[in-house]
């Protein structure tokens, strides 16, 4: 036993890989590498007694199949071989069993086989199960009957509640980040929606497929979710569709603390693409089972997709999840407002993210302006909230020209007060003092633009003083910036009665085309707008580049007096005492002695 | 207007039909001379006719206006002829169409292009005349050219026929046994205007004379000249001697004078003639031939010599002070010039040109502005450009003048010969000091220039040992003696630290120093390209130097920074390349967020010297300032070594911006960010907009009140602070750096304290200042670092922000001229017509271009259809005519043929009805 408990995780785990890879593809193509396995698998397991009434054709296919799943776990090693056969002699037991005991405790012997320590084990026996269930369910002995005799009922019965004790069993080793057992519980839930159907129509096995759903989305392992979002939900339509259907109730078992289980949720629908958004696009699906017959089914309508996602976001949206907001607030205007029948359900959403204030506000913004323009939101004390968005770090944060496009539709409409827009410009104008150049090649066309519409704003730049100040106070004290910065209400900080004197401080700027455009807001304003787009996406790096694109024509010039010392104090001559050598900043604060 | 009747008499007086006709007798006479009666009748007939015609009132077409219109307008077409024109159209066809049509189908035929041959009116006499004078004028025309037997003219040279010029020529073929040797310098020089030929002047007034006589007059002309040389030969022997034999003498006297031969001159002539003066006379005696060609040689060339100048006056002090203050001015005059942009940057009216509007804020890509939006972008339109620029050639050319003039004696250019020895010392001062440009001089200035003894190449082992204190200082002559006095030019790094690698550190600067004297680029050809690259070099091992664990000897740095610093000034471009390429890397390296070097403090402390950093735009420093920006707004202080790095950082921003004062928001950001990292107890809310970045939140940075004991206050040490394993005492650095911050601060405040927004730029500092004084904080912080706060830095700052408030005043930025509100009534123009069309009053011109264009077109396309229209109709009409006469000619046929058969029918009835009658009166 030693060398297979040494050898098992490494051979099952990689048994594992290859399950959960490559089954789907190998399935149809590989039947002649696998054929010695296979009768290797039938000489093993006596022959099927014929004691069964009828047996459907498609039994054998199922059986192959089965073996075909099995031979992934029955492998080298003797032991295991050996462990094998006596499983299979165990399954033959429990599908001819004739009474209910027998077969019920065959079935939980295997089930407690499930809990064994060696994984190696655990797959076989889950695998030896699923085959098992496949044949009851294809026997019909999961299913009650009317012509049932009431010890077949019991034996219905009890198989059925050991086939949900399996799917618990299955549902742990998801959890545990076990392929196989993804496989294995797909497969069942083929099975049963071809063999359990109520009646002769379609039937989406939703219960197990909720077991499924829930434990995998707790499961630890991402790569195993990943997995399964990739091979099944964004591959068929109907799983997708049953998954959208499924996760509010699922999601109302697991606590909204569990950060695993929303993060799994997450993932999965963050990489969720290509929607469908119209109905003609439902017409040719891909699906996991066989499809169905009517043509009304909700499977073919648009707005029943549409409906289970949008509540499937809402269940996410309702549990905390800080570390995704950013995310989830990016692709939210592009992804999923545009796929909510009633995208005012994010309001509440949308509006507690846009208080929390800083980026997260930022990237709100969007959303809520989606939702105003075209689902008539009213916001109320809008401005002012978009006015305590200008704050310290706005300037340097990543999302500042997305901001900057928003805001710059927001003070588009000459018919906002010109208080109001005096006040951002003022503010801006305050943050552009710490700001990157980057940021003040924004502002200041913005300014210009909003000068334009609100040409009550220009006194800001050009105010004369008439009688009414009074002329000895200014004297003596100057003139008072009557701006508030302090003030919330964009409507009352007085920024229409102060200066620009920080825009005009620029004009000082040490990038000389930084200095140059503030220049436009002291020449005469003859230009209509600024396109701000081209002020909008700069940087450091841009701007660096664009200096480094030019090429030196003429001869550089340089400093013409060497001086003799650059790293000391220069001795005092007093020869002359014209012009007095600039102050060496370096030796103010340095000493290089 | 006068009536109908009265203008006929007019008309008919004025042809001269009716009335005295008011002409001279002589007129008359030549009149009837000139014309026959039969003449006079015929041409009185035609003025009668077109008079006639003038007052047919039915040949002239009018329209009436209905009203008429005000502004003089003519219509055009009120007035017209109608049948003279359709007549003038119709011969124009019958001349062109017509003639096509009747030779249509036809091919060949012959052109008859004889003159006169269709002219009936011609005599027969005339034409033949005629045709004789043509025929001989075509023969003329083609001959002339290459006739050269009736050739009047003659071809000259400098005015002189060349028949007399070759002379000499002749003459020197002639005697070819001559072996005088003199004869050249008789001859001259061709350009030497005083020993211009005689015979030049003899063949001057331009004689025919045949080829003969030519011959013989220059045959007689050399055997005279023969003779008289022969004579005169004997006569010079013994005179050349003597004056050979003195020659010595007066060599000497011309090097007696510091003169010194002028630009571009060959330099080997001179030295040949130098050198071998003792091995002249031994040549002279050995083969006279060939002395005396050098001789002559070296005559030619003393006569191309410039005169000696007399040597300028030594300059007094207050006259060297004076120049060089003037020197100065015009230095500070040109960079403030370039601080407020106003001189012509780089590359600007092309980069204009090329890049038209889309880059005009130079943002870089995606930046567009609209053409009228230039001025904003450069600050100045071209022409203000060029003429600074143009100032400052003038200026610079200014310099040069300034600068020989200041020289005393013949004051050498850069491209000055090599024969003076002690050349290299006075370039090097003209280059590198602008003292030594004023008080240079070889003999003079000598005490004054070795008494500021600082220069590079001067200074032979001055620069370690110059600091007898230092250790290098008595290292330096020892080194130097063993130091070798050739170096190759390394043109790799890995080159240079070969050759230095067995030299001691403190021998750097004599090393460089002598590769640069060795390979100075008048040296020779390759020099240049070689130095280029050891300025490469050299920068490489500044960076190799800070980089080093290990300090270098501060004063060797030094001197290889203003190495560099004097290469840069040789090699503007070149350098200029390098540090630009060395900041796109740094760059990068920021992006990267890899750590700081030392030498990249040190590259931009080099930059910070050796370019005006004061200047608008600059293509070094430019790049330089956003990459010292972009490095203080990703480097954020949260560890001592960043807060180190960043006072530099900080100190380098005042260093550039000491004389611009331009506004660096990243700079005080950082100082502010780096008081609150280092304040010992966190502000309640962080002061002002500048981005927090969370520093108010790390801890580690904060003084603690562990620290607080006795300390000195000084500067921050830069052996210390950037060389990470001396840091002794972290508390000590956190002290010294938070009070380097506050010292920044307030040179910041004095730097901007003429900004507008001087209150707003620095509300943070106050608080910030006065959260370090608070009592929470005070505790922590030693007493002398509060008292600076408290008794220097917080008034000082309160003074200046008060004295801000006080005068601050609300913008006044658009005093401009009111723009005149767009108006839209009609301009109105004198000269308006309404016979000029509406399209030309439009005040687009391509559009009133095009709107003509298409009128024309539209005009030519009616007109030709026209012209269609009338032709074809011309052309049915022409053909049925001729079917007319056609058709007429075969009725004609037809009558004449039915005549006939009438005839003979006629005939034959009337002989039938005879010889009935006959044959009845017989019966009767």
């Known amino acids: 036993?030693?060398?297979?408990?040494?050898?098992?995780?490494?051979?099952?785990?990689?048994?594992?890989?290859?399950?959960?890879?490559?089954?789907?593809?190998?399935?149809?193509?590989?039947?002649?590498?696998?054929?010695?396995?296979?009768?290797?698998?039938?000489?093993?397991?006596?022959?099927?007694?014929?004691?069964?009434?009828?047996?459907?054709?498609?039994?054998?296919?199922?059986?192959?199949?089965?073996?075909?799943?099995?031979?992934?776990?029955?492998?080298?090693?003797?032991?295991?071989?050996?462990?094998?056969?006596?499983?299979?002699?165990?399954?033959?037991?429990?599908?001819?069993?004739?009474?209910?005991?027998?077969?019920?405790?065959?079935?939980?012997?295997?089930?407690?086989?499930?809990?064994?320590?060696?994984?190696?084990?655990?797959?076989?026996?889950?695998?030896?199960?699923?085959?098992?269930?496949?044949?009851?369910?294809?026997r019909g002995q999961l299913v009650r009957h009317k012509d049932h005799s009431p010890e077949q009922l019991k034996m219905v019965k009890e198989a059925k509640e050991t086939y949900i004790n399996y799917l618990n069993g299955l549902g742990r080793m998801l959890e545990g980040g076990e392929g196989t057992s993804l496989k294995l519980s797909m497969r069942l839930l083929k099975e049963e929606s071809i063999?359990?159907?109520?009646?002769?129509?379609?039937?989406?096995?939703?219960?197990?497929?909720?077991?499924?759903i829930k434990h995998l989305l707790l499961s630890d392992s991402s790569d195993l979710v990943t997995v399964f979002a990739a091979e099944y939900i964004y591959e068929f339509s109907d799983l997708r569709l049953e998954f959208f259907k499924a996760i509010p109730t699922v999601s109302k078992e697991i606590p909204p603390?569990?950060?695993?289980?929303?993060?799994?949720?997450?993932?999965?629908?963050?990489?969720?693409?290509?929607?469908?958004?119209?109905?003609?696009?439902?017409?040719?699906?891909?699906?996991?089972?066989?499809?169905?017959?009517?043509?009304?089914?909700?499977?073919?309508?648009?707005?029943?997709?549409?409906?289970?996602?949008?509540?499937?976001?809402?269940?996410?949206?309702?549990?905390?999840?800080?570390?995704?907001?950013?995310?989830?607030?990016?692709?939210?205007?592009?992804?999923?407002?545009?796929?909510?029948?009633?995208?005012?359900?994010?309001?509440?959403?949308?509006?507690?993210?846009?208080?929390?204030?800083?980026?997260?506000?930022?990237?709100?913004?969007?959303?809520?302006?989606?939702?105003?323009?075209?689902?008539?939101?009213?916001?109320?004390?809008?401005?002012?909230?978009?006015?305590?968005?200008?704050?310290?770090?706005?300037?340097?944060?990543?999302?500042?020209?997305?901001?900057?496009?928003?805001?710059?539709?927001?003070?588009?409409?000459?018919?906002?007060?010109?208080?109001?827009?005096?006040?951002?410009?003022?503010?801006?104008?305050?943050?552009?003092?710490?700001?990157?150049?980057?940021?003040?090649?924004?502002?200041?066309?913005?300014?210009?633009?909003?000068?334009?519409?609100?040409?009550?704003?220009?006194?800001?730049?050009?105010?004369?003083?008439?009688?009414?100040?009074?002329?000895?106070?200014?004297?003596?004290?100057?003139?008072?910036?009557?701006?508030?910065?302090?003030?919330?209400?964009?409507?009352?900080?007085?920024?229409?009665?102060s200066s620009l004197w920080e825009l005009e401080t620029l004009q000082s700027h040490y990038h000389p085309n930084v200095a140059t455009l503030a220049k436009i807001l002291s020449e005469q304003f003859t230009k209509q707008q600024y396109n701000m787009e081209d002020f909008l996406d700069h940087s450091y790096t841009s701007m660096l580049e664009a200096e480094m694109v030019k090429k030196i024509t003429k001869d550089p010039v340089v400093e013409y007096i060497v001086p003799k010392k650059i790293f000391g104090e220069e001795e005092k001559k007093d020869d002359d005492g014209i012009l007095p050598p600039a102050q060496n900043m370096l030796l103010e604060f340095w000493d290089f002695e | 207007m006068p009536s109908q009747l009265k203008r006929l008499r007019e008309s008919l007086k004025n042809a001269g039909v009716i009335g005295q006709p008011q002409k001279s007798k002589k007129a008359k006479k030549r009149a009837r001379q000139n014309k026959s009666g039969n003449d006079a009748r015929l041409s009185r007939e035609a003025a009668l006719e077109s008079i006639r015609e003038e007052f047919n009132p039915f040949e002239i077409k009018k329209t009436k206006e209905k009203f008429s219109v005000a502004g003089g307008r003519k219509v055009k077409g009120a007035v017209g002829k109608p049948s003279v024109s359709k007549q003038i159209g119709e011969e124009n066809r019958r001349k062109t169409l017509l003639v096509e049509m009747q030779q249509r189908n036809k091919v060949g035929g012959i052109i008859d292009r004889r003159f006169g041959e269709n002219d009936p009116t011609m005599n027969p006499e005339d034409k033949m005349l005629e045709r004789f004078t043509r025929e001989q004028q075509r023969k003329s025309y083609k001959g002339d050219i290459f006739n050269l037997e009736d050739d009047d003219e003659v071809l000259t040279h400098y005015g002189q026929s060349l028949g007399s010029l070759p002379n000499d020529d002749f003459r020197e073929d002639m005697d070819g046994s001559d072996d005088d040797l003199l004869r050249p310098v008789k001859r001259g020089h061709p350009l030497d205007g005083e020993l211009q030929s005689d015979e030049g002047e003899e063949g001057g007034p331009p004689k025919k004379k045949s080829k003969a006589e030519v011959m013989k007059e220059v045959i007689l002309k050399s055997k005279y000249h023969k003779y008289e040389r022969q004579k005169e030969k004997e006569a010079d022997e013994d005179l050349r001697d003597e004056l050979d034999a003195e020659l010595g003498d007066i060599r000497a006297l011309l090097a007696g004078i510091p003169a010194r031969p002028p630009p571009g001159k060959p330099v080997v002539a001179d030295a040949s003639a130098d050198g071998s003066l003792h091995a002249d006379r031994v040549a002279q005696i050995n083969s006279g031939l060939n002395v005396d060609s050098k001789y002559d040689a070296s005559v030619r060339e003393m006569t191309y010599d410039k005169r000696s100048k007399p040597a300028d006056r030594t300059k007094s002090a207050e006259e060297l002070a004076e120049g060089r203050a003037k020197q100065l001015q015009k230095l500070e005059k040109s960079r403030q010039k370039r601080m407020r942009g106003e001189e012509s940057s780089d590359e600007e009216p092309e980069e204009e040109e090329e890049a038209g509007s889309d880059d005009e804020f130079g943002l870089g890509k995606g930046i567009k502005l609209a053409a009228d939006e230039k001025e904003f972008v450069h600050g100045d339109s071209d022409s203000e450009e060029e003429e600074s620029e143009s100032e400052e050639e003038s200026d610079e050319e200014g310099d040069n003048g300034a600068e020989e003039a200041d020289a005393s004696g013949p004051r050498p250019s850069r491209r000055r010969d090599l024969d003076n020895d002690d050349a290299y010392s006075d370039d090097y001062q003209s280059d590198d000091d602008p003292d030594a440009i004023a008080s240079d001089g070889e003999a003079s200035g000598s005490e004054e220039s070795e008494s500021e003894e600082d220069d590079l190449m001067e200074s032979e082992n001055e620069a370690p040992a110059s600091k007898p204190t230092d250790s290098g200082g008595k290292a330096g002559p020892k080194g130097d003696s063993a130091l070798p006095f050739t170096f190759p030019c390394p043109q790799t790094h890995q080159e240079f630290l070969k050759v230095t690698a067995k030299h001691k550190v403190e021998d750097l600067p004599t090393i460089v120093k002598r590769i640069r004297v060795l390979h100075h680029p008048s040296l020779a050809a390759g020099n240049k390209e070689k130095l280029s690259h050891f300025m490469l070099v050299v920068f490489d091992h500044i960076i190799y130097l800070a980089d080093l664990p290990t300090i270098p000897p501060m004063d060797v740095l030094e001197i290889l920074l203003r190495h560099l610093h004097s290469l840069s000034k040789e090699f503007p471009q070149a350098s200029a390349t390098r540090f630009r390429e060395y900041l796109q890397k740094f760059f990068d390296r920021i992006g990267q967020q890899k750590k700081t070097k030392r030498s990249d403090l040190v590259i931009l402390t080099a930059l910070s010297i050796i370019y005006p950093t004061s200047d608008h735009f600059h293509i070094v420093v430019t790049p330089a300032m956003l990459v010292v920006a972009r490095w203080l707004s990703s480097n954020a202080p949260t560890d001592i070594e960043k807060l180190v790095h960043g006072c530099y950082m900080v100190t380098l921003c005042l260093q550039y911006q000491r004389l611009s004062k331009r506004v660096i928001p990243e700079a005080l950001n950082y100082v502010y960010q780096s008081l609150v990292a280092l304040s010992p107890v966190p502000p309640t809310k962080v002061p002002g907009s500048f981005p927090a970045h969370g520093v108010e939140s790390i801890s580690k940075l904060r003084i603690s009140s562990s620290s607080k004991d006795k300390l000195e206050l000084g500067k921050l040490k830069f052996r210390e602070a950037l060389y990470p394993d001396s840091i002794s005492n972290v508390a000590t650095m956190q002290i010294t750096l938070a009070y380097a911050f506050t010292q920044q601060l307030l040179a910041f405040a004095k730097l901007y304290s003429s900004k507008t927004a001087f209150l707003e730029l620095t509300k943070p500092a106050a608080s910030m200042l006065s959260h370090y004084t608070s009592p929470t904080c005070i505790k922590s912080l030693p007493k002398a670092f509060t008292a600076y706060i408290n008794d220097t830095a917080l008034p000082e700052l309160e003074r200046l922000r008060s004295h801000a408030q006080k005068f601050r005043r609300p913008l006044e930025l658009h005093h401009h001229r009111p723009l005149p509100i767009p108006s839209n009534y009609p301009k109105f123009d004198e000269e308006y017509s309404l016979d000029r069309h509406k399209g030309s009053y439009d005040d687009d011109r391509d559009r009133k271009e095009l709107s003509k264009l298409k009128a024309e077109h539209k005009k030519e396309r009616k007109g030709?259809?026209?012209?269609?229209?009338?032709?074809?109709?011309?052309?049915?009409?022409?053909?049925?005519?001729?079917?007319?006469?056609?058709?007429?000619?075969?009725?004609?046929?037809?009558?004449?043929?039915?005549?006939?058969?009438?005839?003979?029918?006629?005939?034959?009835?009337?002989?039938?009805?005879?010889?009935?009658?006959?044959?009845?009166?017989?019966?009767?």
């Open chain 1, 1 to 138: 036993m030693a060398i297979p408990s040494s050898n098992g995780p490494l051979s099952g785990s990689k048994k594992r890989k290859r399950v959960a890879a490559d089954e789907s593809t190998r399935k149809p193509k590989s039947k002649p590498k696998d054929l010695p396995v296979i009768t290797k698998a039938v000489i093993l397991r006596p022959a099927p007694k014929s004691k069964k009434p009828v047996e459907p054709t498609s039994d054998e296919n199922d059986e192959e199949e089965d073996e075909d799943m099995a031979s992934g776990s029955e492998d080298d090693e003797d032991d295991l071989a050996s462990r094998q056969a006596e499983m299979l002699q165990l399954e033959e037991d429990i599908i001819s069993a004739k009474t209910a005991t027998a077969r019920t405790k065959g079935l939980n012997s295997l089930l407690e086989q499930l809990e064994d320590e060696s994984e190696e084990i655990a797959i076989m026996t889950a695998v030896g199960l699923c085959r098992t269930f496949c044949r009851l369910m294809s």
């Open chain 1, 195 to 212: 063999h359990m159907k109520p009646s002769d129509d379609y039937y989406f096995p939703f219960l197990t497929y909720g077991v499924i």
């Open chain 1, 257 to 497: 603390s569990n950060i695993r289980y929303s993060e799994n949720l997450f993932n999965i629908l963050y990489n969720l693409k290509d929607l469908p958004s119209t109905s003609e696009e439902l017409t040719d699906l891909n699906l996991y089972l066989p499809a169905p017959t009517k043509k009304k089914h909700p499977l073919f309508q648009i707005a029943a997709h549409q409906r289970y996602f949008q509540e499937t976001w809402l269940t996410l949206l309702s549990r905390p999840l800080p570390s995704k907001q950013r995310d989830i607030l990016t692709i939210l205007p592009k992804r999923i407002i545009p796929y909510f029948p009633n995208p005012r359900l994010l309001m509440d959403y949308l509006t507690d993210t846009y208080n929390t204030g800083g980026v997260i506000a930022l990237l709100a913004l969007q959303g809520l302006f989606n939702l105003m323009m075209s689902h008539n939101l009213d916001y109320p004390n809008f401005f002012p909230k978009l006015y305590a968005l200008l704050d310290r770090d706005l300037m340097h944060v990543k999302y500042r020209s997305r901001f900057f496009r928003l805001l710059e539709l927001f003070l588009n409409s000459s018919h906002l007060p010109a208080v109001l827009v005096a006040s951002f410009i003022k503010r801006m104008a305050r943050l552009c003092l710490a700001a990157p150049p980057s940021a003040i090649v924004t502002v200041i066309p913005f300014t210009y633009n909003l000068m334009r519409l609100h040409p009550t704003c220009t006194f800001m730049l050009h105010r004369v003083l008439g009688k009414e100040v009074d002329g000895k106070a200014l004297r003596t004290e100057g003139y008072v910036d009557p701006f508030d910065e302090e003030e919330v209400d964009p409507l009352k900080t007085g920024a229409l009665e």
């Open chain 2, 864 to 924: 030709a259809m026209r012209e269609l229209r009338k032709d074809s109709q011309f052309i049915a009409r022409e053909k049925l005519k001729e079917r007319k006469v056609a058709d007429q000619e075969y009725h004609d046929k037809m009558k004449r043929i039915v005549n006939m058969i009438q005839n003979e029918e006629g005939a034959a009835s009337n002989a039938y009805e005879k010889e009935r009658a006959g044959r009845k009166k017989p019966r009767k």
